[in-house]
């Protein structure tokens, strides 16, 4: 199976707590949320769930058919030298339905995130700036 994600990033992802996850509406109103998450990097995928999230605003917008999103983990590092670390993740999500959450207390609902697209900045050691690949085609 290809990785999706190397080394570095899923290390970075685990150590993390919390993502914004923006999706579309059908008619084209961009939402932007903080969200828990959980990498199964097996997979090469982002599961983001929440307490309710089958009635969420996000959910929805996927289940209805907008499931272009973009997921983004930052952090600042460096006050003094406006140093930032983090990842995009964009792709496509998929709706899911009864299934077993990731965190104690969540909804039995979850979006599965399937990149496409990652660009990482300060994640990767030895590479400076943005560094952008394509994980995998979008569908047609």
Same mark, same amino acid.
């Given at each position: 199976?290809?990785?999706?994600?190397?080394?570095?990033?899923?290390?970075?992802?685990?150590?993390?707590?919390?993502?914004?996850?923006?999706?579309?509406?059908?008619?084209?109103?961009?939402? =932007?949320?903080?969200?828990?998450?959980?990498?199964?990097?097996?997979?090469?995928?982002?599961?983001?769930?929440?307490?309710?999230?089958?009635?969420?605003?996000?959910?929805? =917008?996927?289940?209805?058919?907008? =499931?272009?999103?973009?997921?983004?983990?930052?952090?600042?590092?460096?006050?003094?030298?406006?140093?930032?670390?983090?990842?995009?993740?964009?792709?496509?999500?998929?709706?899911?339905?009864?299934?077993?959450?990731?965190?104690?207390?969540?909804?039995?609902?979850?979006?599965?995130?399937?990149?496409?697209?990652?660009?990482?900045?300060?994640?990767?050691?030895?590479?400076?700036?943005?560094?952008?690949?394509?994980?995998?085609?979008?569908?047609?």
């Amino acid at each position: 199976m290809r990785m999706v994600f190397t080394d570095a990033e899923v290390a970075y992802l685990r150590e993390q707590p919390i993502g914004r996850l923006a999706t579309v509406s059908p008619d084209g109103i961009v939402q =932007n949320n903080p969200v828990s998450f959980h990498l199964d990097a097996e997979l090469g995928v982002i599961d983001i769930g929440g307490h309710s999230m089958g009635v969420s605003k996000k959910f929805r =917008n996927v289940e209805r058919g907008s =499931n272009r999103v973009a997921f983004v983990v930052d952090e600042l590092i460096s006050v003094e030298r406006q140093q930032v670390r983090g990842i995009e993740i964009r792709g496509v999500a998929e709706a899911m339905r009864d299934q077993i959450p990731y965190l104690p207390g969540l909804s039995g609902e979850l979006l599965r995130v399937h990149p496409r697209l990652i660009f990482s900045w300060s994640v990767n050691p030895g590479t400076d700036g943005v560094q952008r690949r394509v994980v995998a085609e979008p569908p047609a």
